[in-house]
């Protein structure tokens, strides 16, 4: 069946055959709606793989933005142009945005992108697109229709969605990340980070000039911050936990075993066996997705899922919420945790087993602001203090305010303005460009 969609493709592809495209594309290309949405401002934004944003698109959306969402499975289709490119090969995968001039990814790409030009420009036009957005730098799926985009008058601005740097290991990851973009270049027009650290970093390293690369905040924080100074939440929801997979904030090869596993093993263990203790409370734990294939292992072979008191929710239910529901908070290296900080939540940080060893200092998520968190240095400290700050929540002014920095250092302003300057540089690259821009209403 591949073979036979790939010759499909690669023979539309060279015949430049639009219609196979062009129909589907239009027809599954969904406006992203809300309701009480401000006056529309004239700018129609794609989203190219749209379900990474969290919320943006719904806020840029009640912004007076038209968001459209770019149907993934036919974004990817394409993919079928590169007739050599095996994903699985890591060779390959590690060249493929700036393969050499002679090999058949080039080759393929030259093709592919005289292909998309006409289609994209057809597309834009039908839909009087203005700008398009992606989510990571990185994502190959996203290259060859941003790079087509701004060939065509399409600025691309990519709201980066990996940004929380609170250890060594993070700093001198993102480093090589910036390294690489150095390597193949930058094909959009602006990148937008949430704060300064990924930022210096990136103009620093990357070769893209400083004034493409923005720290703008995370516009979802702003609604956050605002339901917050309304204190418009109750809390009465029990002991929230964010899983953590033993790799956590440890990326690229290391020696076996090196990872959170004891800690992870016991700060689960101990949750569990925390809501068999305490029958009356709501234990609530929220995963992430990642890595959470051997948690959930851990937790069936703990009893888990047969406590009435324990409930588990995925990747994609609304962090913030549970948040705003619970009394006290514990995990690991999560951006959920300076969530809960600026929350007035309690935190239980698990500061033992592998955290406390020195070999594994430089992966220590916030290392340098401890004392934002209640810290466990054992799994019995670690059960008492989440039933002791479960019935006695409160934060001194002193730590809140040392909780607000960390919060706009690593997040975003309480200001909660984000979305006012996403809408500011979205603005900014459509009137530089020449595509679409007669119906833009100045804010």
Same mark, same amino acid.
């Given at each position: 069946?591949?073979?036979?969609?790939?010759?499909?493709?690669?023979?539309?592809? +060279?015949?430049? =055959?639009?219609?196979?495209?062009?129909?589907?594309?239009?027809? %599954?290309?969904?406006?992203?709606?809300?309701? /009480?949405?401000?006056?529309? /401002?004239?700018?129609?934004?794609?989203?190219? *793989?749209?379900?990474?944003?969290?919320? +943006?698109?719904?806020?840029?959306?009640?912004?007076?933005?038209?968001?459209?969402?770019?149907?993934?499975?036919?974004?990817?289709?394409?993919?079928?142009?590169?007739?050599?490119?095996?994903?699985?090969?890591?060779?390959?995968?590690?060249?493929?945005?700036?393969?050499?001039?002679?090999?058949?990814?080039?080759?393929?790409?030259?093709?592919?992108?005289?292909?998309?030009?006409?289609?994209?420009?057809? =597309?834009?036009?039908?839909?009087?697109?203005?700008?398009?957005?992606?989510?990571?730098?990185?994502?190959?799926?996203?290259?060859?229709?941003?790079?087509?985009?701004?060939?065509?008058?399409?600025?691309?601005?990519?709201?980066?969605?990996?940004?929380?740097?609170?250890?060594?290991?993070?700093?001198?990851?993102?480093?090589?990340?910036?390294?690489? %973009?150095? $390597?193949?270049?930058?094909?959009?027009?602006?990148?937008?980070?949430?704060?300064?650290?990924?930022?210096?970093?990136?103009?620093?390293?990357?070769?893209?000039?400083?004034?493409?690369?923005?720290?703008?905040? @995370?516009?979802?924080?702003?609604?956050?911050?605002?339901?917050?100074?309304?204190?418009?939440?109750?809390?009465?929801?029990?002991?929230?936990?964010?899983?953590?997979?033993?790799?956590?904030?440890? =990326?690229?090869?290391?020696?076996?075993?090196?990872?959170?596993?004891?800690?992870?093993? $016991?700060?689960?263990?101990?949750?569990?066996? %925390?809501?068999?203790?305490?029958?009356?409370? /709501?234990?609530?734990?929220?995963?992430?997705?990642?890595?959470?294939?051997?948690?959930?292992?851990?937790?069936?072979?703990?009893?888990?899922?047969?406590?009435? *008191? %324990?409930?588990?929710?995925?990747?994609?239910?609304?962090?913030?919420?549970?948040?705003?529901?619970?009394?006290?908070?514990?995990?690991?290296?999560?951006?959920?945790?300076?969530?809960?900080?600026?929350?007035?939540?309690?935190?239980?940080?698990?500061?033992?087993?592998?955290?406390?060893?020195?070999?594994?200092? +430089?992966?220590?998520?916030? @290392?340098?602001?401890?004392?934002?968190?209640?810290?466990?240095? *054992?799994?019995?400290?670690?059960?008492?203090?989440?039933?002791?700050?479960?019935?006695? @929540?409160?934060?001194?002014?002193?730590?809140?305010?040392?909780?607000?920095?960390?919060?706009?250092?690593?997040? @975003?302003?309480?200001?909660?303005?984000?979305?006012?300057?996403?809408?500011?540089?979205?603005?900014? $690259?459509?009137?530089?460009?020449?595509?679409? /821009?007669? *119906?833009?209403?100045?804010?």
């Amino acid at each position: 069946m591949k073979k036979l969609l790939s010759y499909i493709v690669n023979f539309i592809i +060279d015949n430049n =055959i639009l219609w196979p495209f062009y129909y589907p594309i239009i027809f %599954l290309m969904k406006e992203v709606r809300v309701n /009480n949405a401000s006056q529309g /401002n004239g700018v129609t934004i794609l989203a190219l *793989n749209p379900y990474r944003f969290r919320g +943006d698109l719904e806020d840029l959306a009640q912004a007076g933005f038209k968001v459209l969402k770019m149907p993934y499975k036919w974004q990817t289709r394409v993919f079928y142009a590169y007739k050599g490119y095996n994903y699985k090969d890591k060779g390959l995968k590690d060249h493929f945005k700036n393969p050499p001039a002679n090999s058949k990814i080039h080759k393929d790409r030259v093709r592919l992108r005289g292909y998309l030009s006409n289609l994209l420009e057809a =597309i834009f036009l039908k839909k009087e697109i203005n700008c398009i957005i992606g989510a990571n730098i990185f994502y190959n799926q996203d290259f060859d229709w941003a790079a087509v985009a701004v060939d065509i008058g399409c600025p691309y601005i990519v709201f980066h969605r990996e940004n929380l740097v609170v250890n060594k290991h993070m700093h001198m990851v993102t480093k090589k990340y910036a390294e690489l %973009l150095n $390597e193949i270049g930058f094909c959009g027009t602006s990148i937008v980070f949430h704060n300064n650290i990924m930022k210096n970093i990136y103009d620093k390293y990357s070769g893209v000039n400083p004034s493409k690369i923005h720290a703008l905040g @995370s516009i979802r924080m702003d609604r956050y911050i605002h339901i917050l100074k309304n204190n418009k939440f109750k809390s009465n929801n029990g002991i929230l936990l964010f899983t953590f997979p033993p790799s956590s904030a440890i =990326i690229g090869k290391h020696e076996d075993n090196f990872g959170w596993y004891e800690l992870h093993n $016991e700060v689960h263990t101990a949750f569990v066996e %925390l809501a068999i203790e305490n029958p009356k409370i /709501n234990f609530i734990i929220k995963n992430k997705g990642v890595g959470w294939e051997e948690t959930e292992a851990l937790l069936i072979k703990l009893g888990a899922l047969d406590l009435d *008191n %324990l409930i588990i929710h995925g990747e994609f239910y609304d962090a913030q919420k549970l948040i705003l529901e619970s009394n006290v908070v514990t995990g690991f290296c999560s951006t959920a945790l300076l969530e809960s900080a600026i929350a007035g939540k309690p935190i239980i940080y698990p500061f033992f087993n592998e955290a406390q060893n020195g070999l594994y200092s +430089d992966y220590l998520c916030f @290392s340098d602001a401890l004392d934002m968190f209640d810290l466990a240095t *054992n799994k019995s400290q670690f059960k008492d203090l989440l039933i002791e700050r479960f019935r006695v @929540s409160e934060i001194s002014k002193k730590v809140m305010k040392y909780r607000e920095l960390q919060f706009e250092k690593h997040v @975003s302003s309480l200001s909660s303005n984000a979305l006012q300057k996403y809408s500011n540089l979205i603005f900014s $690259e459509v009137k530089r460009h020449n595509i679409n /821009n007669k *119906n833009i209403q100045t804010m």
